[in-house]
């Protein structure tokens, strides 16, 4: 630290000298930073050739027989190939064993597999992940449930001082590829229906955080998680579980890459950057958006750690110019980590013709009842209206102001 910082004083002062002393001391500047990166700030994430983002993309395969069912089945299904395929795969949770958790994905499964490898649990988050974390460093694979988001208060300590640091702690030495899985941002209900995003994304670095728009996402990611040697919290979408899917061919199979948005329609007008729950109410606006003359291109992240690796959304702005970010959590949390990543980290600030925007929830838990959902979460009415303001200020004649 004393060499760093006498270093770079040195620099300063050799600032405008064109002199070989001044390249050498920048020179050892530069390698040693190199070499301290190595020392202190590696290995946050698997190296290994087992990283989840080395897992390969395999598509999910539909075929005329593949059946309409609910997203719980098709969890249901990808959790039987699991189980059945690796006997070291092992789930447990609240209510996981007995009733096949409270959303039914593992429906049936305790029966099947026995009551060691589909358990229960008490009531108590913090040692169902300090059980999980003991379990993967053992070798286990091991599936660790948290009832709802909300409930993830209860067990971010253990996740962020003992789990999502292990790997940087010991320089790689030691893993515990755990998985964690919990659901939640939208139902109606004050405790079952939060989105505390920006609370996991600053506390635990280190892990996985992937939000599937769907169950058949979700499954996509629990094959990828199940061949990597990575740490992950998979929140899966509360109100999703009875809507329907197809249920792919291949669904033990099949993988979804961490780390690669998804277009789910194109347009030019707008870019909007969304992922879970949302991208339902998301859509549902730009339909009616598109009856207006208005063109919007909706990205789904899928995984917001990592964050679009290819950078998908930056290619999305330099066509429409303009960008929203919306999600379920509070003003400031996971809308800014995203407009941080896409407008510094991705520069996206250069293509910017209009103010980037953000659609969030209210600053309060969600409240009860479809009214208190409405009045709480953003609705596709919100949607609809900034984007039409971003628009109205593009071309006030043809998009008047509505209100």
């Known amino acids: 630290m004393d060499s760093m910082r006498a270093a770079k004083k040195a620099i300063r002062k050799l600032m405008n000298a064109n002199s070989d002393i001044r390249e050498a001391v920048a020179e050892w500047i530069r390698v040693s930073e190199t070499e301290n990166a190595d020392r202190f700030n590696s290995y946050l994430y698997s190296n290994s050739e087992w990283s989840a983002l080395n897992v390969a993309h395999i598509e999910p395969v539909y075929s005329d027989k593949s059946p309409l069912i609910d997203g719980r089945e098709v969890l249901q299904a990808c959790f039987t190939q699991a189980l059945k395929r690796d006997p070291r795969v092992l789930a447990f949770g609240e209510d996981v064993g007995k009733i096949g958790d409270v959303n039914q994905g593992f429906a049936g499964l305790q029966e099947k597999f026995g009551e060691l490898r589909v358990t229960d649990t008490g009531i108590r988050e913090c040692t169902i992940i300090g059980q999980g974390i003991g379990a993967a460093l053992r070798g286990l694979r091991p599936i660790a449930e948290i009832q709802y988001l909300d409930y993830l208060l209860y067990a971010i300590q253990i996740m962020s001082d003992d ?10 030495g030691q893993k515990a590829p755990l998985i964690i899985r919990t659901r939640g941002h939208r139902l109606e ?8 995003m920006g609370m996991a994304l600053h506390a635990i670095r280190g892990m996985y955080v992937l939000v599937p728009r769907d169950m058949t996402q979700a499954a996509g990611f629990y094959n990828t998680l199940l061949q990597s040697d990575d740490p992950a919290l998979i929140i899966e979408c509360l109100n ?5 899917e197809r249920l792919p061919d291949n669904i033990g199979e099949f993988t979804v890459p961490l780390g690669m948005p ?8 707008v870019t909007i950057v969304t992922y879970g729950s949302m991208c339902k109410i998301v859509m549902e606006a730009v339909n009616d958006l598109e009856t207006h003359g ?7 992240v899928q995984t917001l750690l990592p964050f679009d690796i290819q950078h998908k959304i930056l290619e999305s702005i330099k066509k429409t110019n303009r960008v929203i970010f919306a999600d379920e959590d509070v003003p400031g949390g996971a809308t800014a980590f995203m407009m941080q990543q896409v407008l510094e980290g991705q520069r996206a600030y250069e293509y910017l013709d209009s103010k980037p925007r953000t659609i969030a929830a209210k600053e309060h838990r969600p409240a009860y009842g479809s009214d208190g959902d409405y009045f709480s979460k953003p609705n596709p009415e919100d949607v609809f209206d900034v984007v039409h303001e971003l628009m109205n200020e593009v071309d006030p004649e043809r998009y008047p102001k509505l209100y």
Do not use: F
């Not at 209900?189 to 505390?196: I, K, N, R, Y």
């Not at 208005?294 to 789904?300: G, K, M, N, P, Q």
């Open 294 to 300: 208005i063109s919007c291109e909706v990205i789904d």
């Open 262 to 269: 998804d277009i789910l329609c194109y347009g030019n007008d």
């Open 163 to 172: 789990l999502a640091c292990l790997q940087y702690r010991t320089k790689g």
């Open 240 to 244: 999703g579980y009875r809507i329907k």
């Open 189 to 196: 209900g004050v405790w079952h229906a939060g989105s505390p």
